[in-house]
Nanobody
Framework: QVRLVESGGGLVQAGGSLSLSCAASGSDGRITAMGWWRQAPGEQRELVADITVVGGTNYADSVKGRFTISADHAKSTAYLQMDSLKPEDTAAYYC?????????????WGQGTQVTVSS
């Protein structure tokens, strides 16, 4: 069972920066991708950014040019640097990890960390 430990987040003024990190442990297989999703009150959970084990990245249009995802795959840790934050970035941010075991993919989610951007 993969365990995810998230850190970072908090309260920041618009235009400011925050960083998130997510450390995965306990994998019996191979972690092939890590990412961040977010969910604002009353909204569906949406992908913010993800990164594959070979370094491919994917970003939501709303965060392109402002957020940067990176990973230390040897440590199974992903990072999300968030710059030029806007009030609409306010949400609970969740780390998600894809693990492959015996040719089957498993998704694991962190407990979430709150990001609040004041105007």
């Amino acid at each position: 069972q993969v365990r995810l430990v998230e850190s970072g987040g908090g309260l920041v003024q618009a235009g400011g920066s925050l960083s998130l990190s997510c450390a995965a442990s306990g994998s019996d297989g191979r972690i092939t991708a890590m990412g961040w999703w977010r969910q604002a009150p009353g909204e569906q959970r949406e992908l913010v950014a993800d990164i594959t084990v070979v370094g491919g990245t994917n970003y939501a249009d709303s965060v392109k040019g402002r957020f940067t995802i990176s990973a230390d795959h040897a440590k199974s840790t992903a990072y999300l640097q968030m710059d030029s934050l806007k009030p609409e970035d306010t949400a609970a941010y969740y780390c998600m990890v894809v693990e492959v075991r015996s040719s089957t993919e498993y998704d694991y989610w962190g407990q979430g960390t709150q990001v609040t951007v004041s105007s």
